[in-house]
């Protein structure tokens, strides 16, 4: 090798260096800080009726995945515990025996009405989850159908 060819690698080293030092010694990419998102937070359901107080006894928490296929309804029923739940995919129309409706698409939270009949319809063309958290004590149903409405 000669001299101008050694001379010109160094000096293009020489250049390289500090991008080679930085690489190697730069800190470690900062990852996204996790975050929260308060969905819901209320005192009453969705139809704006009050929240009964917790049931009595040992506390029995379910979590339900449930799935409404296109063009379906689920049957009349109840919940005598308090739940709550987000609808993970597709919309969803919960009609009470009041008259209220409420609309949902993914992503949407829901406080769920407590002793009074209700049911959800799926009018898309996608199958509608939903999960759904229920709040009740050992020995209590978290879901009573309505045998008067069907």
């Known amino acids: 090798m000669t001299k101008l060819t050694t001379l010109i690698i160094s000096f293009l080293l020489l250049l390289s260096l500090p991008v080679l030092l930085n690489s190697c010694f730069q800190k470690e990419k900062q ?9 819901s937070e209320s005192f009453l359901s969705w139809n704006g009726d009050s929240l009964p107080n917790y049931p009595i006894g040992k506390p029995k ?34 009609v009470d025996v009041k008259g209220n409706i409420l609309e949902m698409k993914a992503g949407d939270p ?16 996608e199958s509608a989850e939903i999960l759904v958290f229920y709040a009740g004590a050992e020995g209590m149903e978290i879901v009573v159908k309505d045998s008067i409405s069907n």
């Open 31 to 39: 990852l996204p800080a996790p975050t929260s998102e308060l969905l």
């Open 61 to 94: 928490i379910s979590i339900v995945k449930i799935s409404i296929p296109p063009n379906s309804e689920l049957p009349h029923h109840y919940h005598p515990v308090i739940n709550a739940g987000v609808l993970l995919k597709g919309r969803l129309t919960v």
């Open 110 to 125: 829901i406080i769920e009405v407590v002793n009074t009949i209700h049911y959800g319809k799926n009018n898309g063309d």
